[in-house]
């Protein structure tokens, strides 16, 4: 128990690792995706089509389902042995494959159907015409992500973190080239021109997707965890156990799916540069949630897994509260950045090319909404993990449709005088309820948050960001004014590393235990 803190760590580096290329990676694409396609129409058809396949990613791959079958996976692995996985996997993997076929084919028809039938002019009529075309040709690549976000649960579970990590980095690298093509060879701004792009920049997805697969496919039989097609019939019941569990965990993760695409929706609806801005900054915060809340929640969850099989709920409670600790104190300072610093962050990823300031200053309030919601949106990958891991999948559904009706209520009485805005705020708000509620919940069951210590680390984390950020964007004001994209660059480092050298003061001051932590792991990889 007293070297939890340092093992979760340990692991979580690595995966950060991974995770961290993977997103300075994204963020390039960013950078080009603003270059080629700018903030408005065009820009704002792509990313909502790419809301589909992203919607059936979050639900099958990386939600409810992923997380449903790796307490599965540690039972049958527990109880009888690893052919016994093997053979649920090969019943598994096939039907997920079969599902996620008839809905992608069903999808596709129906975009087919309304973009045939849409006879709106102008603007407005072409943004959704532009949609329709591309939504058929980014749906499949939802069945291959999808069996490859199971696929990573079933590793995580293996104890293989970090190269399912890197192998996300395919997509990036595939859409990095597309859009460097266009970039390169300054594709027409035409409708007609970035239209057949756009075609290209899908197939490149597609891709990408099945470029992943193989390779956690090769990897799965690596980890000696391929399915064994030879004994498939004898492990038929693993899809009602699967249903049982994963059904509250789907119905869910559908509601939060729902909600999403409705911001888009709405967003879509606002302005032609609505679902532009909520995209590019949930892009940009990507790279806090992804290092910290993903890498730290697919350990944790691995290591609840094996506890909660193990009947030793106080390790998986002890697991959780390191692990929250060390979250506020990673995220709390990446949000405070965000939400101080977010005009030269924009600056240097997004603006140039066809991305303008207008653009820009649709995306300022979305930033520093968003900036805010940062450890929450990070804090759920650490508290859901400890109701998946004992299989009670039906609380946090209880959770998440509250914090869902809280989020379509305000996105609805914000939007009018915040417009996308709103719908940013709406969410951070919805993110800090739907986390209080399941601390609640964690409390009845036992398995309840340590408030005196993951306070006192808020509290600190909180204190030592705030002093960071208001003395660095002082000085940033008094003395920077903006002289194009290599001095914002050269800004943004110098305000980084400052921003950083003062937050870590001001927590060694205060008496964080989250610094002891690190240093410890990084003296021990270097004895």
């Not at 990446?334 to 200053?361: Q, S």
Request: charged share 15%; proline share 3%.
């Amino acid at each position: 128990m007293k070297n939890s803190s340092k093992g979760i760590m340990g692991k979580v580096c690595g995966v950060s690792g991974a995770i961290l290329i993977s997103r300075i990676l994204g963020l390039f694409r960013v950078r080009l995706e603003a270059e080629v396609l700018g903030g408005g129409a065009v820009a704002s058809a792509w990313h909502f089509a790419f809301t589909f396949p992203n919607v059936l990613r979050r639900l099958f791959g990386e939600g409810a389902l992923g997380n449903a079958l790796m307490p599965i996976v540690a039972e049958l692995d527990t109880k009888y042995g690893r052919e016994s996985v093997k053979g649920a996997l090969a019943v598994v993997f096939p039907c997920l494959g079969a599902l996620l076929g008839g809905i992608v084919i069903l999808c596709s028809l129906i975009a087919l159907i309304l973009g045939n039938c849409l006879t709106g002019t102008g603007e407005e009529g072409d943004r959704w015409r532009l949609v329709f075309i591309l939504t058929p040709l980014l749906m499949p690549y939802t069945i291959f992500i999808c069996l490859t976000g199971v696929m990573t649960a079933v590793l995580n579970y293996a104890r293989c973190f970090i190269l399912p990590a890197f192998y996300s980095l395919s997509m990036n690298i595939f859409l990095v080239g597309g859009l460097l093509w266009g970039w390169y060879s300054k594709a027409d701004s035409t409708l007609p021109e970035l239209k057949r792009f756009l075609v290209v920049l899908s197939l490149l997805f597609l891709i990408s997707g099945i470029v992943q697969f193989v390779l956690m496919v090769i990897q799965l039989k690596i980890v000696n965890f391929s399915p064994d097609f030879s004994s498939w019939r004898q492990h038929t019941g693993v899809l009602k156990k699967l249903y049982n569990v994963a059904l509250p965990g789907i119905i869910g993760g559908a509601a939060v799916q729902a909600s999403f695409f409705l911001d888009r929706n709405l967003a879509h609806w606002v302005n032609e540069q609505g679902v532009s801005a909520l995209t590019y900054v949930e892009r940009l915060i990507d790279l806090p949630i992804g290092m910290f809340g993903v890498a730290m929640g697919q350990v944790i969850m691995a290591r609840m897994t094996a506890s909660a099989a193990a009947g030793d709920l106080e390790e998986l409670r002890q697991d959780m509260n390191n692990g929250l600790r060390q979250l506020w104190f990673c995220t709390i300072p990446l949000g405070a950045g965000v939400i101080f610093f977010h005009e030269l962050l924009l600056k240097v990823i997004c603006l140039g090319g066809r991305y303008t300031m207008n653009d820009l200053d649709a995306a300022r309030q979305v930033a520093i909404f968003y900036g805010c919601g940062i450890p929450f949106f990070c804090a759920l990958k650490i508290i859901l993990p400890a109701f998946f891991a004992r299989k009670d999948m039906r609380t946090p559904l209880f959770a998440s449709l509250t914090a869902i009706a809280a989020n379509v209520i305000l996105s609805l009485a914000l939007i009018k005088c915040l417009a996308q805005g709103g719908i940013a705020l709406a969410t951070s708000c919805s993110s800090g309820i739907h986390c209080i509620l399941l601390a609640f919940f964690l409390k009845k069951a036992g398995v309840g948050i340590d408030l005196k210590k993951t306070g006192l680390s808020l509290i600190r984390a909180l204190f030592a960001a705030a002093a960071a950020g208001v003395s660095v964007k002082l000085l940033l004001d008094r003395f920077y004014h903006g002289s194009g994209r290599f001095a914002d660059i050269a800004a943004l480092a110098a305000v980084g590393g400052l921003f950083g050298v003062i937050y870590l003061v001001c927590s060694f001051v205060t008496g964080s235990r989250e610094i002891s932590e690190v240093l410890s792991r990084f003296r021990k990889k270097n004895a």
